[in-house]
């Protein structure tokens, strides 16, 4: 069991950054795949962004000029640091890790943060 916390979020403007973090803690030195999904009222979860153990990245397309995915190396922390936020970000922001990077990337794993709101309002 992996005991996953993000943190970060807050009320920006549009136009504003916001950088989100996540720490995975588990057993031993393992190094997790990790993850941020969002969810949105009304909406389906969403991937936002993936990164490997190693640090291979991945990032939904309509984000990838605005979002970067990045991690701490050889440890259990990332960020996802969100520039020119638009209101279309607005959603409760979660944190998942797993041994596994496909499980991070289908989004079917177990472990997952509480969510960190972000709202993006003027």
């Known amino acids: 069991q992996v005991k996953v916390v993000e943190s970060g979020g807050g009320l920006v403007q549009p136009g504003e950054s916001l950088r989100l973090s996540c720490t995975a803690s588990?057993?031993?030195?393992?190094?997790?795949?990790m993850g941020w999904y969002r969810r949105a009222p009304g909406r389906q979860r969403e991937l936002v962004a993936a990164i490997t153990g190693s640090g291979k990245t991945s990032l939904a397309d309509p984000l990838k000029d605005r979002f970067t995915i990045t991690r701490e190396a050889g440890k259990n922390t990332m960020y996802l640091q969100m520039n020119s936020l638009k209101p279309e970000d607005t959603a409760v922001y979660y944190c998942?890790?797993?041994?596994?990077?496909?499980?991070?990337?289908?989004?079917?794993?177990?472990?997952w943060g509480q969510g960190t709101q972000v709202t993006v309002s003027s």
């Open positions: 998942t890790a797993d041994l596994s990077c496909l499980t991070v990337v289908n989004g079917n794993g177990d472990s």
């Open positions: 588990g057993s031993g030195n393992r190094i997790y795949a």
